[in-house]
């Protein structure tokens, strides 16, 4: 009796399938309205759902010159400022290591007057090159800072400017409810029939 019951289930499930792949076509044509209108120019090169702020940015650059050349200059604007700093940093760095190795060989002097001597001498010697350096490295978290102000006023700008990119294609491909409706009507349909089932 499980074997007839599983057959017959089967074959209503295989025929439904071949079922639904008549009814699709018609049920995903009919989901969007004016599905071939090309929404805009910052989708042409695009297919999918992978659709970014950067994607659409780099479409509009291609049709506008002033974008083109704001973008190479923040570009180059960065790469200048990461060049500059990673010569003053490979320096501070530098330093500073030499420093923090100072501090752990000083744990092995087994003499503690010779060790608190050595202690100080390296922390005068440190606080000296900090005073030496302070107007430098004040200059360089003003860079960083400013850095981190341009990055995040740029990628402000890029969604603000690309937002209207997606509302566009918003309305160029507006869902319709039908084919949902439809759908459901059938699943329902299909449900009452299951439950009349013996």
Do not use: W
């Not at 659709?51 to 180059?76: G, H, P, Q, W």
């Amino acid at each position: 009796m499980k074997n007839i019951l599983f057959g017959f289930t089967l074959a209503i499930f295989i025929i439904s399938c071949q079922e639904n792949k008549q009814q699709n076509s018609p049920l995903v044509e009919n989901a969007v309205d004016n599905a071939e209108l090309a929404a805009s120019g910052s989708f042409k090169s695009y297919r999918g759902n992978n659709i970014t702020v950067d994607n659409i940015y780099s479409e509009l650059m291609k049709d506008d010159k002033n974008l083109t050349a704001l973008n190479s200059r923040i570009v180059k604007t960065l790469e200048e400022t990461e060049k500059v700093l990673s010569v003053y940093n490979s320096v501070l760095e530098t330093t500073n290591s030499y420093y923090q190795d100072a501090n752990e060989r000083t744990k092995a002097i087994t003499d503690s007057i010779v060790k608190q001597q050595v202690e100080k001498e390296i922390s005068a010697s440190a606080d000296r090159y900090d005073l030496k350096v302070k107007d430098i490295t004040d200059h360089i978290s003003q860079i960083t800072k400013n850095n981190e102000k341009f990055v995040s006023t740029y990628t402000a700008f890029k969604i603000r400017k690309t937002l209207p990119e997606i509302e566009k294609y918003q309305n160029a491909h507006p869902l319709k409810t039908d084919s949902l409706y439809n759908f459901i009507t059938k699943q329902d349909k299909l449900l009452e029939e299951l439950k009349k089932f013996k």
